[in-house]
Structures are given as structure tokens and as C-alpha cells.
């Protein structure tokens, strides 16, 4: 059983280049969430898509868009990448709605935009 | 901004002994939920407790919840050194679009030492 699965593990990008970061689970769960997480800051939540179909912003969504593909598959976009973008970002999934279910984790994408 | 904040920010202590750690957040919540990160890797779901519950056990872990006080403490007893990881609390904003948004803690650094 896999679960979250992010694709790549390791980017470099220079300023300007774009990317996608692709991020599957296999446990049939409705919600999924794109957070980035960087030393000092915690993890902050950057866009979530509550169940098929529908994407929101999160905290930090500026630079960045998402598509929810199907229920398996949720990706993030980088369309000009930054110096600022330089972060570990991770996919995580839940069941139901955040408050209510446990997330789980992939193992991240380090992203460093040179 | 933060919605839960760990204190302390990095403890260590000697493999058997018991360590505790605490989160403090600022509204309301729905639930409360405690993860662990080992270095290079996702977060992993510990253990999640409800609003209306004050204490909750999980094999070496003992969670309270002070929902007076805005407050949660997590407690590892007989620490082993594969203990050793950085505690994230996460809380919720709520409800309706804000139930999704689970906000992160910068997290606690615990080494235990052999």
C-alpha cells in the first residue's frame, strides 16, 4: 500500500522555469492538500481541493495553481518560479474534511529555485 | 498567521525518560491532532482528540486538551531514541471552509539520547 506517492523527490529550477509536481494517493480519500514547509515557518497550507472536482486557497497560494485531476491525483504548478519558492512541499490526503481525519503525508519535493 | 504554536521549541533527554511537549492556539477548534516528522520525511499522524475529550492514550502517548485554557500537551513516556523526530500539533479553523485549512505549529525538536 503505497499512499501518498510525490513525484520528483529532488528540483532544481532557475528563476522563471515552471514545473509541476505530481502527487497521487491510493486510498480512495476525498480531500487533498499541497503544503510547503520551510525552516522557522512550520507548514503552512498553500491550496486544497475538499473533493473531486473543487480546489481552494490556503494560506499562501500566490505563484502557485493546482488542479485536481481526479480523486487520485492532485498536482501543483509553479508557473515562474521564484527564489522564494525554495521550500520542501509536501501532499498530504484525508479521508473526510481536515478537523476530522488524519492527513497523511508524502515524503515531499525539495525544490530549490536558483 | 500561526494557529497553534509548540513550546518548547528543541528538548533533549536521556533514552527511559519522559518527555513532554505543548501546544497553545488561539480560537476556537473542532479537534486537535498531534504528528511526528522524522528528518527527511513526511509527517506522520499520531493521535487526534476532540474538543469535547480532555484525555487520550495511544500505546507511549498521552494527549490532554484544556479547551478553557486553549491548550494540549503530549506526553512520550520510556523515550527511546527512535523517538527522536520533531512533534507538530495541528488545529483546525473551524467551521465551513476553514474545517479544511489544519494549521501546523512550528514544532517541537526532540532528541533523545541512547
Known amino acids: 500500500n503505497a499512499g501518498v506517492t510525490q513525484t520528483p523527490k529532488f528540483q532544481v529550477l532557475k528563476t522563471g522555469q515552471s514545473m509541476t509536481l505530481q502527487c497521487a494517493q491510493d486510498m480512495n480519500h476525498n480531500s487533498m492538500y499541497w503544503y510547503r514547509q520551510d525552516p522557522g515557518m512550520g507548514l503552512r497550507l498553500i491550496y486544497y481541493s475538499a473533493s473531486e472536482g473543487t480546489t481552494d486557497k490556503g494560506e499562501v497560494p500566490n505563484g502557485y495553481n493546482v488542479s485536481r485531476l481526479n480523486k487520485r491525483e492532485f498536482s501543483l504548478r509553479l508557473e515562474s518560479a521564484a527564489p522564494s519558492q525554495t521550500s520542501v512541499y509536501f501532499c498530504a490526503s484525508s479521508e473526510f474534511g481536515g478537523w476530522n481525519s488524519p492527513l497523511h503525508f508524502g515524503n515531499g519535493t525539495r525544490l530549490t529555485v536558483t | 498567521s500561526q494557529q497553534g504554536e509548540e513550546d518548547p521549541q528543541a528538548l533533549s533527554i536521556q533514552e527511559g525518560e519522559n518527555a513532554t511537549m505543548n501546544c497553545s492556539y488561539k480560537t476556537s477548534i473542532n479537534n486537535l491532532q498531534w504528528y511526528r516528522q522524522n528528518s527527511g520525511r513526511g509527517l506522520v499522524h499520531l493521535i487526534l482528540?476532540?474538543?469535547?475529550?480532555r484525555e487520550k492514550h495511544s500505546g507511549r502517548l498521552r494527549v490532554t486538551l484544556d479547551t478553557s485554557k486553549k491548550s494540549s500537551s503530549l506526553l512520550i513516556t520510556a523515550s527511546r531514541a527512535a523517538d527522536t523526530a520533531s512533534y507538530f500539533c495541528?488545529?483546525?479553523?473551524?467551521?465551513?471552509?476553514?474545517?479544511?485549512?489544519?494549521?501546523f505549529g512550528k514544532g517541537t525538536k526532540l532528541s533523545v539520547i541512547p
Open positions: 482528540i476532540r474538543s469535547n475529550e
Open positions: 495541528a488545529t483546525d479553523r473551524g467551521s465551513g471552509a476553514g474545517s479544511y485549512q489544519l494549521t
